[in-house]
């Protein structure tokens, strides 16, 4: 059975929804070089983050990530997904060597045996993500797995990967979204470990939408998988002196977060960004870019994440020593909302076999620009393409808050289980040695 879908209008345009105060929480710093203001800021965010828990059902929605008219992909045309025996949804147009194995070019298999964990069962897995346990009934969604028409992807063996994270600091870096692929990886660890009391978050801290940092560690293999929250990468800051009125906060794009620090010392570094990049976060809050001293007023979004990203790309090279840490950007994850009001979205039982667009995103491009002119090896996942075959994965109605349809996050287990094993398939196989995996997607 094939499924074939296509909305009415797919072009997203961002909804002027987002609350200013979710944006400016916890990254803004008057003065960042002093103890005090860093004493007074971390009792003003613990503040801020009490009154946002008791409002966090009302603020969910303000927290969706919004998608923007211009960057979405215009009418790209996407070979049809194949249909051999098995049920396949995906892309197939071109057949390299196993050595050149792009992984990214693939399409989705039924498999039986997935999926890897339950979340119910997961003390990691946030509610909101967990469908079955919100009342979802369909369970066929978990149970496709990515197939690279070249080559195959490691099965997952949790003894294995635990085994090959032993002494380890692993550390995500980003939006929602990379908060999601950091409780799947825990949550597919997890499956591992007997005592589950061993498994525990750092600071006894629980999962909380706009929390700065969540570090679980697995004392029986001594090590960590932590989180930490950096929506745009780059700093964000209050209003400079002397601005226009309509300005309340910059993002300083030549500067990478200030807690940028605290991923140094780590053995395999997981970005995201782009979620947040639409004027619904940015400039409708007040938000505007700012390079040294100057105000750039007139930058274009698409123009300020490239500039971002050659930060971060400098960052990297600058103070990472990439013999020790392996160091991962994934690309953007496509939505699927119905239409441009993101009020509503149609959560199909299968992978659609058309992307209507979705496999595109100009965050990717601009990712995979940076990075093939970067000095140090750095491994793109290119999971864009991939995931816009799975309107059928997103949370939709079965998440903490069923008021509003989420079609921006993906159900766990799910989807970003997949990222995980595609990441562990670099980790313990040759896959992508370093040198070639600046190039993928080029
Ligand atoms: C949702 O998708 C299914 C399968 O593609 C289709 O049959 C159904 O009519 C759609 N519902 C709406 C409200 O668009
Ligand atoms: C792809 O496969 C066809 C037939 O199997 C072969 O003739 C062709 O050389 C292959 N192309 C590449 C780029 O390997
Ligand atoms: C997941 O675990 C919960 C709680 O133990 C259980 O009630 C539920 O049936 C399990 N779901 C599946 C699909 O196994
Ligand atoms: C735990 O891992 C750290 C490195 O992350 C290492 O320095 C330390 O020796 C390890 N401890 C044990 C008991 O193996
Ligand atoms: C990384 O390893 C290479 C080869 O072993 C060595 O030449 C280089 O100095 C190392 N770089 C750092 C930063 O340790
Ligand atoms: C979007 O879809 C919802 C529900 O189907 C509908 O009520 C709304 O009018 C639509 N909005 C637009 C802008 O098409
Ligand atoms: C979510 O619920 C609404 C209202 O009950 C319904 O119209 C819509 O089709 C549902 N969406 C999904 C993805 O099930």
């Known amino acids: ?75 790209i045309s996407v070979p049809s997904g194949t249909s051999d025996e098995k049920k396949s949804f995906g892309i197939s147009n071109s057949n390299e060597s196993l050595e050149d194995c792009d992984i990214f070019d693939g399409s989705w298999v039924q498999e039986i045996t997935y999926p890897l964990y339950n979340a119910s069962e997961c003390p990691f897995a946030e509610r909101g993500f967990n469908c079955l346990g919100n009342g979802r009934v369909d369970k066929d969604y978990q149970e496709w797995r990515w197939k690279p028409k070249n080559c195959d992807i490691r099965l997952f063996n949790v003894n294995e990967a635990l085994e090959s994270l032993r002494n380890k600091r692993v550390v995500f870096v980003g939006d929602s979204m990379s908060r999601t692929q950091w409780e ?85 570094l997981i970005f995201n960004s782009g ?21 750039r007023l007139g930058m274009s979004i698409p123009n300020a994440f490239g500039v971002a990203m050659n930060t971060w790309a400098s960052w990297v090279e600058k103070r990472i020593d990439t013999n020790r840490t392996r160091i991962f950007f994934r690309t953007f994850e496509p939505s699927h909302w119905s239409n441009h009001s993101r009020r509503s979205c149609n959560v199909t039982q299968h992978p659609v076999s058309e992307t209507e667009g979705r496999d595109q995103s100009l965050f990717t491009d601009t990712i995979l620009e940076v990075v093939k002119n970067m000095k140090v090896p750095v491994t793109v996942l290119q999971i864009t393409s991939m995931s816009a075959f799975r309107r059928d994965a997103h949370v939709g109605n079965w998440s903490d808050s069923q008021l509003v349809p989420d079609c921006s996050h993906w159900c766990l287990p799910g989807v970003p289980d997949m990222w995980n094993e595609i990441v562990f398939s670099y980790l313990l196989t040759n896959h992508g040695n370093s040198l070639q995996s600046n190039q993928i997607g080029a």
Request: with cysteine.
């Open 184 to 268: 799947s990886l825990i949550c597919m660890l997890m499956t591992g470990i007997e005592d589950k009391h061993s498994v525990y978050e750092v600071n006894g801290n629980e999962i909380t939408k706009l929390i700065r940092y969540l570090g679980v560690r697995f004392s029986s293999f001594n090590f960590t998988i932590e989180f930490f929250r950096s929506v745009f990468l780059v700093q964000h800051g209050w209003m400079p002196r002397h601005a226009p009125k309509r300005v309340r906060s910059t993002l300083k794009l030549d500067k990478l977060d200030d807690i940028s620090n605290q991923w140094v010392d780590s053995d395999i």
């Open 1 to 75: 059975m094939e499924v074939f879908q296509r909305s009415k209008s797919f072009n997203q345009r961002a909804l002027s929804v987002v609350s200013p105060r979710s944006l400016s929480l916890g990254s803004p710093r008057v003065n960042r070089s002093s103890f005090n203001w860093r004493r007074f800021h971390v009792l003003i965010t613990i503040g801020f983050s009490i009154s946002f828990l008791m409002a966090i059902g009302v603020v969910y929605i303000y927290v969706l990530p919004s998608l923007t008219q211009a960057f979405h992909g215009f009418g």
């Open 275 to 295: 979620q947040w990049w639409v004027p619904g976060k940015l400039f409708e809050t007040g938000c505007y870019f700012q390079t040294g001293n100057s105000l």
